[in-house]
């Protein structure tokens, strides 16, 4: 989640005196931090955007590496090279997650549809959240899953319909979801959804005011 630490470790319980620790970041390898005692070196550096600056924190004692303040921005692939008597290396993918928002339901359409085999309405809902990235976003009558729609890119903006009886009893939630937490809007029928002859009349009693 942004705003928490993430520590990368090497496994090692101490660096020994010839060995030498570096940490890249990303698809370039950028050097973010790295260690040599015999060569005096131990230092953290940023990359050239600036996102890692004063969040990078170096384990002397094991070179493990901790990131905090976490943002979406140091979501990525992180490898660690350790040269010495043994040479090894190691890859860590990172994910940060941002808070998630709370889907809003409204009405889809100002209409009321009547079905072909029914003489009772529908009504028409759309379920919607803005700015979000590798999410789900679900529409549940009760524990049921009726459906889904997932999105793996950055900053997008989703919405799922539904339809339902404007007499419904049923319980109905829209659910936006990531691997660690998610975030639930509960339908209320009676608020967004009316019939037909119930919206006339609000028409006629509007209109008669103004009259």
Known sequence: MEGDS????TNLTEIHEDDEIVWT????????????????????SDVLDGRFRDRLKLDNQTGSLTITNT??????????QIRGAILSSQTSNVSVYAPLPVPVISRNSS???????????YCSLVCSVVNVGH?????????????????????ISLSLPLEVE???KNSY?????????????????SKLCHTCSGTAALIRASIASIL
């Open 6 to 9: 993430v520590t990368l470790h």
């Open 111 to 121: 209409q009321c549809s009547s079905s072909s085999s029914s003489s009772s309405s």
């Open 173 to 189: 939630s829209c659910v936006l979801n990531n691997p660690i937490s998610n975030q639930t809007t509960h339908l209320d029928i």
């Open 71 to 80: 943002t979406t921005e140091h979501a990525g692939l992180y490898k660690l």
């Open 25 to 44: 970041f990303g698809a370039e390898n950028s050097t973010i931090a790295q260690i040599n005692r015999t060569a005096g070196i131990f230092n953290t």
């Open 166 to 168: 404007y007499q419904d």
């Open 135 to 155: 999410v789900t976003l679900s529409w549940y009558k009760g524990n049921s899953l009726l459906s889904s729609i997932s999105v793996s890119d950055l900053s």
